[in-house]
């Protein structure tokens, strides 16, 4: 089964300083990865995914992730941290399989200080 | 579109009692999802569906679990009995089938506790 690591279970950044969330996944075969971000009490939100288009990828309020084949990874970035980007932030991997099955990370969780 | 629709959003119960739990997923979608999660273990697929018919069940942790989805449009997922090691957020989601590049969405989630 393909697993997915998330480094940090807990990121603090200040308002407006960058924001750098990791994500490596294992697998002999390229998936398909997701970013999912989940508000307080409420369900998981599609940031952003890659599909094997462009390596780089652009996803809703600022974010963005680069898959990086050689390092098995796909970190999610924003320049700008917001008070509104704290929230929980999960990678999520295809299976190689059966792409529709997907494995999620441990999640990080964003704190956003003023 | 309303999205993935998930009841009752909170549950408390007695250790014992059935719980069901019900999810209406979003309108022409393929597949169907049972996640289950908790702070111990995260985020994980319980069950999951396709065109109705149940393809994966691995991830149910016993006997207790059941999941059925008699249509397109309606899932439950029971416990039976529950026990409070079950308190978690159960969460549905839902897809189309166009290779997995399609992305799953999720239900506000259901809340249960155990006593």
């Known amino acids: 089964a393909q697993s997915v690591t998330q480094l940090g279970s807990h990121v603090s950044v200040s308002e407006g300083a960058l924001v750098l969330l990791r994500c490596n996944y294992s697998s002999s075969v390229p998936p398909y990865l997701f970013w999912y971000v989940q508000y307080p009490n409420q369900g998981l939100q599609l940031l952003l995914k890659?599909?094997?288009?462009?390596?780089l990828v652009k996803g809703i309020n600022g974010f963005e992730a680069e898959f990086k084949k050689s390092e098995t990874s796909f970190h999610l970035t924003k320049p700008s941290a917001h008070m509104s980007d704290a929230a929980e932030y999960f990678c999520?991997?295809?299976?190689?399989?059966?792409?529709?099955?997907?494995?999620f990370g441990s999640g990080t969780k964003l704190n956003v200080k003023p | 579109d309303a999205g993935v629709i998930q009841s009752p959003r909170h549950e408390v119960t007695e250790m014992g009692q059935e719980v069901t739990l019900r999810c209406k997923p979003i309108s022409g979608h393929d597949y169907l999802f049972w996640y289950r999660q908790t702070m111990m273990r995260g985020l994980e697929l319980l069950i999951y569906?396709?065109?109705?018919?149940?393809?994966?069940d691995s991830g149910m942790p016993e006997d207790r679990f059941s999941a059925k989805m008699p249509n397109a449009s309606f899932s439950t997922l029971k416990i039976q009995p529950s026990e409070p090691r079950d308190s978690a957020v159960y969460f549905c989601?839902?897809?189309?089938?166009?290779?997995?590049?399609?992305?799953?969405?999720f239900g506000p989630g259901t809340r249960l506790l155990v006593l």
């Open positions: 999520a991997v295809s299976d190689r399989y059966n792409f529709n099955k997907f494995y």
């Open positions: 569906f396709n065109n109705n018919v149940p393809i994966d």
């Open positions: 890659y599909t094997s288009a462009a390596t």
């Open positions: 989601a839902s897809s189309s089938d166009r290779g997995g590049r399609e992305t799953q969405y």
